[in-house]
C-alpha cells in the first residue's frame, strides 16, 4: 500500500484548482458577490424601514423567509446522513464524497438560521433569548438544537479534513503560499500519523458520526414543530416531524448529487467522483422518493379523507388551480415521480438523468416548503374580512427575493472559497479507498490468472489423457 | 361733520344691540335630586339645561338654600360640571327639618351673560331604614323596615315603598332582589344563593330607595357572612406550558439531551488535544505505518 | 437611571387619581367604614362609578392611597395581575349591529391608526342555512394560552387575573405567538408606529401598550390600567347596544355598563359557549348565541363604505 504516493499525485490534480483564479472563477466571484451585496442591500432596508418592506402581514407572518430556512436546514442533512451513516456502516465509496457532504452541511447550517432572524422584528434583542430564554417555546429548542447541530457539523468537518492538513502543511509536491502553509500546520495538531493519533482520530470519527445522526433528527423535528406545535390546519400533524426528517434528507441528497456533478465537472474529478458513485445516490435517491412519497400520501390523505372544516378549506386550496394547483402537483407528484421514474427504470438512469432528478425534486421541495407555510397561514380559522389585500394573500416583495438569492448566492460562494482552501475530495481517504480497490482488483487479478492456469492446465491434462 | 352723525348712530345703533341682546336671554331648567345615606351626609344635585335646546350649561354657578321658617338659607354653592351636574354635599344638621322630618330646599342660579336667572324648589321627608338579616327554617332573608314621623315627631312605619338591594362589586352594584314594603313598614326577601364575598364571605348589602317623590333618594347597608369565601390573594402560577417555569419533566429531558450531545463534543474536543500531544516529538508524517 | 426615575415620576403624578378612584370605588361598597361610625374629618368629594357623589374622609383616602402606591410598583411591570381577580367577558351576539363604536374607542383610547383594530367585528355565517351575524372579537385572554406557550422570551405572559398581556420591551417580534393564535387577535408593528405627541418610552407599561414599537406585537389587552382603577375597558362602554359585559369572575358578575348580571345565571339562562371550545384553550370571552337578534345583520352595512359591503357580501356569497 502506497498511500502517500496516491495522496502526492492526487495533490498535484488538484493543484490548479487551489492556486491562482481563472477567468470563470474570478466572473463566479463578482456575480455572487453582486447578489450577495443585493441581499445586503434588501436587508439594510427591511432593518431601517421595518418589516413593511416584505409581503408580510398580520395574517402571514412568515413568507419566503422560513420556507428558505427549512429548506437550507434541510439540505444540511446531506453531511450529517452520508457522512454519518456511511461512516458508521463502514461503506468505502464515501470517502471521495465525503468533504462535499460535510461542505454543504456547514454553510447550509449557517446559512438557514440567518433567514429564521430576518423574519424576527428587534435584532437588537437577540440577546433576549438568552436573558429570558423559555424551554417551553420550539423557538428555544430550534436555537438550541441548530446551534449544536453547528458545531457538531464543523467538528465533524474538521476531523476529516485533520489529516489533509497535515499532508497540505508537508508536502512540497505543490506550490502553497506560506501564510497558508502556517495555517495548514496549525490546523493540523501536530497530526503525524502516530498509532495513537491513528487510534484516536478513528475513535472521534466514530463517536462523532453516532451523535450527529440523533441530532439531526433533532433538528429537524424540533423545526417541524415549530408548525406542529400550534393550532393550524396543516400545521398541527403528528408526522411532521419524520416528513420534515426524511424530506431534509431526500432534499440533501439532491443538493448532493446537483455538487457533486458540478465540481466533477469544472475540476474534473471523473476519476473520483466516478459514475458508480451517482448511480448509488441515486439508489438512495429511490428510497428516499419513495418514503417521502409515503408521508405525503399519508399526510393529504387524512385531512382530505376526514375533511375537517378548516383541513378541507386548506386542501381545497392546494388542490385548486385556482390557488396553489400548480405548484402543488409540481411539488407532490414532480418531486416523487420524477426521481422514481428516471431512476427506478434501468433504461433511463445515467449519470445526467440523475443529475436531472435532482434538480427537480430540490426544486420541487422548496416549493413544498413554501406550500407548507404560507397556505396554512393564509387559511385563518376565523374569516378574514380585510379590505387591505396584502393581508389576505401573500406576495413577496423584492426585499425577499433579493434576500434569498443572495442566501443561494452565498452558498455557492462559500463553496468556491472553501473548495479553494482544502481540497474538494479528501485526499487521504481517497487515496487509502483508490489503494484498496487496487489491492482489491490485483487480488481478483491474481486469483482469475491462477484460476484460469489451472483451468489451462486441466485442459492439457484432459487432452493429455 | 357727517362721519361725526354717523359715529354717534352707529354707537346707538350698536347699544340697542346690546340692549336686545339682553332681551333675548336664554331660558334655563332647574331641577335638585336629594339624596342621602345613614352616614348623616346630604347630597343635593342640581341639573341646569338650556330651556330651549336642554343642552347642559356648563359652568353656570348654582346655590342651593334650606328653608327655614320660609326663610332661604344660603347651604352652599357649586358650578356646574360639563354635564350641567353641580353638586352639594353637606352634613345633615345643616338642613332645616320640620317635626315630621320635612326638608325644603331652594337653588337658585343667578344669570349670567348668555342665560336668565331661575329658581327651583323642592322638598322631602327624611326616614330611617333598617336593614336585617333573619334565618328561618334555614332559608337566608334580608328584612327591611323603613320608619318616618308624624306631626309630633313620634315614630311610624312607612307602608307602600319599593326597596332594591345590590352587591356592590368591582365595576357596578350587581341587584340581588327587591322588596315591597308592607303596611307594617316591613318587606323581606330571600337572600341570593351562592353569591361571592369576601375572604370571609361577607357581602355587603346595600339597600336603595331610588326617586321617591316623598323620600327623594336614599341608601343603607349592612354586611353579612352568607357568601362564600373567595380568596383575594394573588394567585400562585403553575408550573406549564405558558408558565414561565417549565414541567419538571421537560426541564430534565432537556437537560438529559443537551447535556448527552455536548459531553460527546467535549470528549471528542479532548481527544483532539491527546492527539496534539502525541504528534509532538515527530518531524514528518509516518507513512510506513501500516507495514 | 434617568429612565428609572422618569417613570417613577410619572406615575407619582398618576397616584393621586388612581387613589383616589380606588377610595372611590371602596366608598361606594363602604368597604372602610364601619356601619355606625361618622367621619367627622376632613372630607373629599368623589363621584362613583355609578354616578352617586360620595364624600369620604381624607384619611381613608390616604390610606387608599398607599396601598395603591404598591399596586403601582406593581404597574411598572405589569407581570403582577390584581389580586383576587379573575376578569371575564361575555359577548351578547343577539345585540350586535356592526356599530364599530368598540373600535373606534379601543383605537382612541389606544392610540392606533384607522386601520390597526385590536378588536374586529367579523360577519359569520356558519353554515349555508344559517342566518349572517355580527361577530365582536377581542383577544380571548385564554387560560391555556397557545401564544404564551411559544413566547421564546417570555415577553408576552399570562397572570393570576386572568390577562395575557405583551410587554413590548421584551418583545423580540419573532411573531411566533401570531402563528400560534387560531384567533389571529395580534397586530404587528411593521412599520414605525406613529406616538401620540410627549409620550415617551419613559411612560411605556405591558397594562398600558403605550406607546407602540416598531417590529414588536400587540393585541387587545382588556385596558388593565382602567381595571385597575375600577373602570371597564373602554369598548364595553362605548357599545351602544350593550353588547360587552365585563366583570370579576370571582365576584359572579359581570355589566355592560348599564345593567349587571350574574355570570353564572347569564350563561346558563342564554346557553353562553366559547368560541371553538374544542380547540382546548379554554377562552376567558364567552359569547351567547344570535338569539333573538335585535337587528338584520343587514343593519350593520348602514354606515360603511361601498367596498366594505362588497367584501362582506362577497363572504355571504362564497359561504
Not at chain 1, 508537508?170 to 502553509?181: K, S
Not at chain 2, 315614630?155 to 319599593?162: F, L, T, Y
Not at chain 3, 395575557?164 to 393564535?181: P, S
Request: net charge negative; charged share 20%; hydrophobic share 45%.
Amino acid at each position: 500500500m502506497n498511500i502517500k504516493d496516491t495522496s502526492t499525485s492526487l495533490l498535484k490534480e488538484f493543484a490548479p484548482q487551489m492556486g491562482p483564479w481563472s477567468w470563470k472563477g474570478k466572473t463566479a466571484v463578482v456575480i455572487l458577490s453582486a447578489i450577495l451585496l443585493w441581499g445586503l442591500y434588501a436587508l439594510y432596508i427591511q432593518v431601517f424601514k421595518g418589516h413593511g418592506v416584505t409581503g408580510m402581514r398580520d395574517n402571514v407572518v412568515w413568507g419566503l423567509y422560513i420556507a428558505n430556512f427549512v429548506f437550507f436546514i434541510g439540505i444540511s442533512y446531506a453531511g450529517a446522513i452520508i457522512s454519518g451513516i456511511l461512516h458508521l456502516l463502514r461503506v468505502n465509496w464515501r470517502k471521495p464524497i465525503l468533504r462535499i457532504a460535510e461542505l454543504i452541511t456547514v454553510i447550509a447550517t449557517i446559512i438557514g438560521p440567518i433567514y429564521i432572524l430576518l423574519c424576527v422584528g428587534r435584532l437588537d434583542r437577540l440577546h433576549h433569548l438568552f436573558m429570558y430564554g423559555r424551554i417551553q417555546s420550539p423557538i428555544t429548542w430550534d436555537v438550541l438544537a441548530i446551534s449544536t447541530y453547528l458545531v457538531g457539523s464543523i467538528i465533524f468537518l474538521y476531523l476529516a479534513l485533520i489529516r489533509d492538513f497535515a499532508i497540505l502543511s508537508e508536502t512540497n509536491e505543490i506550490h502553497i503560499p506560506n501564510w497558508r502553509r502556517k495555517i495548514y500546520k496549525l490546523l493540523s495538531i501536530n497530526f503525524r500519523n502516530t498509532p495513537e493519533q491513528v487510534k484516536r482520530l478513528k475513535l472521534t470519527l466514530d463517536v462523532l458520526s453516532a451523535i450527529i445522526i440523533p441530532t439531526a433528527i433533532i433538528v429537524h423535528s424540533v423545526l417541524s414543530w415549530i408548525f406542529g406545535m400550534t393550532l393550524r390546519p396543516g400545521w398541527h400533524s403528528t408526522i411532521f416531524g419524520p416528513y420534515f426528517v426524511l424530506a431534509a434528507i431526500f432534499s440533501g441528497t439532491g443538493v448532493m448529487i446537483i455538487v457533486m456533478y458540478v465540481f466533477r465537472n469544472i475540476y474534473n474529478l471523473k476519476r473520483y467522483l466516478t459514475d458508480q458513485h451517482f448511480r448509488y445516490m441515486g439508489y438512495m435517491l429511490i428510497v428516499l422518493a419513495a418514503g417521502y412519497g409515503y408521508f405525503t400520501f399519508s399526510e393529504y390523505l387524512t385531512d382530505w379523507y376526514t375533511s375537517e372544516k378548516w383541513d378541507a378549506e386548506l386542501i381545497d386550496k392546494l388542490f385548486s388551480f385556482e390557488h396553489y394547483g400548480w405548484w402543488f402537483y409540481f411539488a407532490n407528484f414532480g418531486g416523487i415521480l420524477v426521481p422514481l421514474i428516471l431512476i427506478g427504470i434501468p433504461k433511463f438512469r445515467s449519470v445526467k438523468t440523475i443529475v436531472f432528478s435532482s434538480v427537480v425534486l430540490v426544486a420541487a421541495l422548496w416549493i413544498k416548503r413554501y406550500l407548507i407555510v404560507v397556505p396554512t397561514l393564509e387559511n385563518t380559522l376565523l374569516p378574514m374580512q380585510d379590505l387591505r389585500p396584502e393581508y389576505i394573500s401573500y406576495s413577496a416583495t423584492w426585499v425577499e427575493w433579493a434576500l434569498t438569492a443572495a442566501g443561494v448566492a452565498a452558498f455557492i460562494l462559500f463553496f468556491i472559497l472553501m473548495s479553494r482552501f482544502v481540497p474538494i475530495v479528501p485526499v487521504w481517504e481517497t487515496s487509502e479507498y483508490l489503494e484498496e480497490i487496487k489491492l482489491k482488483t490485483s487480488d481478483e487479478k491474481v486469483l482469475s490468472e491462477k484460476r484460469a492456469r489451472e483451468v489451462k492446465q486441466e485442459s492439457i491434462s484432459v487432452s493429455t489423457s | 361733520m357727517k362721519t361725526r352723525i354717523l359715529l354717534i348712530a352707529f354707537l346707538v345703533l350698536s347699544m340697542c344691540g346690546i340692549t336686545f341682546a339682553q332681551d333675548e336671554e336664554k331660558g334655563v331648567l332647574l331641577n335638585v335630586v336629594y339624596q342621602r345615606d345613614h352616614s348623616a351626609q346630604v347630597v343635593l344635585t342640581a341639573t341646569i339645561v338650556d330651556e330651549e335646546e336642554e343642552e347642559p350649561v356648563s359652568g353656570a354657578v348654582i346655590k342651593f338654600y334650606t328653608l327655614a321658617d320660609s326663610l332661604e338659607v344660603l347651604l352652599g354653592a357649586a358650578t356646574a360640571n360639563e354635564e350641567g351636574v353641580a353638586v352639594l354635599s353637606i352634613q345633615e344638621d345643616k338642613v332645616s327639618k320640620a317635626a315630621d322630618g320635612l326638608m325644603e330646599f331652594a337653588v337658585r342660579f343667578e344669570g349670567n351673560d348668555t342665560f336668565g336667572a331661575n329658581k327651583e324648589t323642592a322638598s322631602w321627608k327624611d326616614l330611617e331604614m333598617e336593614i336585617n338579616f333573619v334565618e328561618e327554617d334555614e332559608q337566608r332573608n334580608i328584612e327591611v323596615s323603613l320608619m318616618s314621623w308624624d306631626d309630633e315627631g313620634n315614630k311610624i312605619p312607612v307602608p307602600e315603598m319599593d326597596v332594591y338591594l345590590f352587591a356592590p362589586r368591582m365595576f357596578s352594584q350587581l341587584p340581588i332582589g327587591e322588596i315591597w314594603i308592607e303596611e307594617d313598614g316591613k318587606g323581606r326577601v330571600a337572600f341570593p344563593e351562592a353569591l361571592p364575598g369576601d375572604d370571609s364571605g361577607n357581602i355587603q348589602v346595600l339597600a336603595k330607595i331610588t326617586d321617591s317623590d316623598e323620600y327623594g333618594n336614599y341608601a343603607s347597608f349592612k354586611s353579612i357572612d352568607w357568601g362564600i369565601a373567595v380568596s383575594h390573594e394573588a394567585g400562585e402560577i403553575p408550573r406549564s406550558l405558558w408558565s414561565p417555569s417549565a414541567p419538571i419533566w421537560m426541564q430534565v429531558t432537556f437537560i438529559i439531551l443537551m447535556s448527552g450531545v455536548w459531553y460527546h463534543f467535549f470528549l471528542v474536543i479532548y481527544k483532539l488535544w491527546r492527539i496534539k500531544d502525541y504528534g509532538k516529538n515527530e518531524e514528518k508524517i509516518i507513512w510506513d505505518i501500516d507495514k | 437611571m434617568t429612565e428609572g426615575t422618569n417613570r417613577r415620576d410619572f406615575f407619582k403624578k398618576g397616584l393621586f387619581a388612581a387613589g383616589a378612584a380606588t377610595a372611590g370605588a371602596a366608598a361606594i361598597g363602604f368597604a372602610h367604614q364601619d356601619e355606625n361610625e361618622i367621619s367627622a374629618g376632613e372630607k373629599v368629594k368623589l363621584l362613583s362609578q355609578s354616578g352617586e357623589i360620595i364624600e369620604v374622609d381624607k384619611a381613608d383616602l390616604k390610606m387608599a392611597a398607599v396601598n395603591t402606591a404598591e399596586a403601582l410598583e406593581k404597574i411598572t411591570t405589569g407581570r403582577e395581575g390584581i389580586p383576587g381577580r379573575k376578569f371575564t367577558m361575555v359577548i351578547d351576539l343577539g345585540k350586535c349591529r356592526n356599530a364599530r363604536k368598540c373600535i373606534t374607542s379601543c383605537q382612541k383610547m389606544h392610540h392606533l391608526p384607522e386601520d390597526k383594530e385590536w378588536l374586529n367585528v367579523k360577519l359569520i355565517k356558519d353554515n349555508e342555512k344559517a342566518a349572517p351575524y355580527w361577530f365582536p372579537k377581542t383577544c380571548f385572554h385564554c387560560d391555556n394560552p397557545p401564544c404564551v406557550k411559544v413566547c421564546p422570551v417570555n415577553a408576552t405572559f399570562k397572570r393570576t387575573d386572568g390577562l395575557v398581556l405583551i410587554d413590548n420591551d421584551r418583545c423580540i417580534g419573532c411573531k411566533f405567538c401570531m402563528a400560534a393564535c387560531p384567533y389571529s387577535a395580534r397586530v404587528f408593528n411593521w412599520d414605525e408606529p406613529e406616538v401620540p405627541e410627549g409620550m415617551t418610552h419613559e411612560h411605556y407599561s405591558p397594562e398600558t401598550s403605550m406607546p407602540a414599537k416598531v417590529g414588536t406585537v400587540e393585541k387587545c389587552d382588556f385596558c388593565p390600567d382602567m381595571l385597575r382603577e375600577n373602570k371597564l375597558p373602554d369598548c364595553v362602554t362605548a357599545c351602544p347596544n350593550g353588547v360587552f359585559y365585563f366583570g370579576d369572575e370571582n365576584e359572579d358578575a359581570v355589566t355592560n355598563g348599564d345593567e349587571t348580571v350574574r355570570l353564572s345565571a347569564l350563561l346558563s339562562d342564554r346557553a353562553g359557549y366559547r368560541f371553538m371550545e374544542e380547540l382546548g384553550t379554554r377562552p376567558r370571552v364567552w359569547y351567547l348565541p344570535p338569539h333573538n337578534r335585535m337587528f338584520p345583520y343587514e343593519r350593520g352595512f348602514k354606515d360603511l363604505p361601498e367596498e366594505h359591503v362588497e367584501m362582506y357580501n362577497d363572504y355571504l356569497n362564497s359561504h
